[in-house]
């Protein structure tokens, strides 16, 4: 079993930054791909970057390439997620997720999930 809670949400104007961190239990944590995914009002959960156990494999969303970082640090069981140039249509509850068996893009593949962060970005 594996528990995953998000942090570093927030209000933040359009151009700003933030930090996402997500922090995982568990023992095997540097086994798993992790993968951010958010979700705004009336929208479907939509995927947004993953990176695998180790880190050599990373997919973004084409909405965030360029602008987002998705890194981990094994040592400190967290995943993190930096947002640069946010715009308002990034405004949306992110959360993070686990998965034990390969990356991926689909949130239905992923088997853990946390209780998600607020980010709003206003213009």
């Known amino acids: 079993q594996v528990q995953l809670v998000e942090s570093g949400g927030g209000l933040v104007q359009v151009g700003g930054s933030l930090r996402l961190s997500c922090a995982a239990s568990?023992?095997?944590?540097?086994?798993?791909?992790m993968g951010w995914f958010r979700q705004a009002p009336g929208k479907e959960r939509e995927f947004v970057a993953a990176?695998?156990?180790?880190?050599?494999?990373?997919y973004y969303a084409d909405s965030v390439k360029g602008r987002f970082t998705i890194s981990r640090d094994n040592a400190k069981n967290t995943v993190y997620l930096q947002m640069n140039s946010l715009k308002p249509e990034d405004t949306a509850v992110y959360y993070c997720?686990?998965?034990?068996?390969?990356?991926?893009?689909?949130?239905?593949?992923?088997?853990?999930w946390g209780q998600g962060t607020q980010v709003t970005v206003s213009s």
């Open positions: 990176i695998s156990w180790i880190g050599r494999i990373i």
């Open positions: 997720a686990a998965e034990t068996t390969g990356v991926t893009l689909k949130a239905g593949e992923y088997d853990y």
């Open positions: 568990g023992r095997t944590f540097s086994t798993y791909t």
